[in-house]
């Protein structure tokens, strides 16, 4: 069997499935009011042959599916671009941000094709690089309960799309080896924790309490595992796990994003770190690479609690890019 050849236009006379996992507001944004974004969408890319789908359930991030021709790929992607490009400038008018941001995609790529997309010695993604002009970053770690990574592209839409046509050719040259167990994102559930003997549930990033439904919250507490860390089975909960081993768990975040970490003078680390009651430390910024190293130590509750916290900073990613002080609530 030949290699796939690229036609001159820039496309594939092949069919391709590729999977982005998006935020909740990303992927409100391709939907659009009533459904009508998506819609025109799928309109326009099923002309060529694609289909666009996007997970069901109630979860913090989706994934949305793109299947088809390449260069039908190719342009829904570009749709999804440009629309996330509008988004940008539309929430720069109420920002005193002064440059544009790039736009983010992250595609869903299984492990054992991340090392082709990497290249001996990164050669391949330096190649990306350089170019399409965008930046190509590869997860270290796989997505939770799955063999896939997150691969990160970030750029002007134009860039993007370049950047996405090369990655095709490299996942088509180099099938997934073995079998691939998708990522499937958690729904999102009402985490409820104690402290001191009074019941809270967290609501964005506060801890609310809650003093007069305490027994219906502990009852709740008992039956749930909203905070079950990778690898753990039974119930984490401040105050009620039984395990209070502290452990240590490491996080990769990009450089682009540790602000939304932080926050201005560091209030939103420290409101993270009174919370969940972990320690917390962020590494230095190492020259040459574009990710911070994140440390959590504490308990399993304590950790699990401090992902969550810090994943909720980024539910709002684009907005935050722009003026990470937006998020501040008073």
Same mark, same amino acid.
């Given at each position: 069997?030949?290699p796939?050849k ?6 594939l006379?092949?069919t391709l499935?590729i999977?982005?996992l998006?935020?909740g507001?990303?992927?409100g944004s391709?939907?659009?009011?009533k459904?009508?974004?998506?819609k ?5 890319v ?6 666009i789908?996007?997970s @069901? ?8 599916t ?11 992607f570009a ?8 988004d940008?400038?539309n929430?720069m008018?109420?920002s005193?941000a ?5 736009v ?8 054992s094709?991340?090392g ?7 050669s391949k993604?330096? @190649?990306m ?14 997505? !939770?309960?799955s063999? @896939?990574?997150a691969?990160t ?8 799309i ?7 050719v490299?996942?088509l040259?180099s099938?997934?080896?073995g ?7 958690k729904p999102?559930s009402?985490p409820?924790?104690?402290s001191?003997?009074?019941a809270?549930?967290i609501?964005?990033?506060?801890a609310?309490?809650?003093?007069d439904?305490?027994?219906k919250l502990?009852?709740l ?7 079950? !860390? ?6 984490a909960? !401040?105050?009620l796990?039984?395990s209070n ?27 993270i770190?009174?919370?969940?009651g ?8 190492m020259?040459g ?11 399993p509750?304590?950790?699990s609690?401090?992902?969550y916290?810090?994943?909720a ?14 998020m501040?609530?008073?």
């Open positions: 069997m030949e796939t690229v036609q001159s236009e820039g496309g006379n092949v499935t999977r982005l998006m935020h507001k990303e992927v391709i939907i659009g009011k459904g009508e974004t998506v025109k969408m799928r309109e326009e099923l002309q060529s042959g694609a289909r789908n996007i @069901e359930g109630n979860c913090p991030e989706r994934i949305v793109i299947t088809g021709p390449t260069d039908a790929i190719f342009k829904a749709m999804i671009a440009y629309k996330f490009e509008e940008i400038i929430s008018s109420n005193p002064t440059s544009k941001p790039p983010t995609l992250r595609l869903v790529v299984p492990a094709q991340c082709s997309l990497i290249g001996k010695g990164g993604i330096k @190649e690089r350089e170019s399409t002009g965008s930046q190509v970053q590869v997860a270290g770690d796989m997505l !939770p309960n063999t @896939e990574r691969v592209i970030s750029g002007a839409p134009e860039a993007i370049q950047c996405v046509k090369q990655i095709c490299v996942m040259e099938p997934p080896k079998a691939t167990i998708p990522y499937r994102p999102a009402t409820v924790l104690f001191g003997g009074q809270y549930t609501q964005g990033q506060y609310i309490p809650h003093p439904q305490l027994t502990h009852q507490a008992m039956q749930q595992t909203p905070f079950t !860390p990778l690898g753990q089975t039974t119930p909960f !401040p105050g796990d039984a081993q502290a452990s240590t768990h490491e996080l990769t975040i990009p450089n682009d994003l540790i602000g939304c970490i932080i926050g201005r003078q560091g209030t939103k680390i420290n409101e770190r009174q919370m969940s972990a320690q917390i430390k962020i590494a230095n910024a020259e690479s574009s990710e911070r190293q994140i440390t959590i130590t504490g308990t509750a304590n950790i609690l401090a992902q916290l810090i994943n900073r980024f539910r709002d990613v684009a907005a935050m890019w722009n003026d990470p002080s937006s501040t609530t008073s």
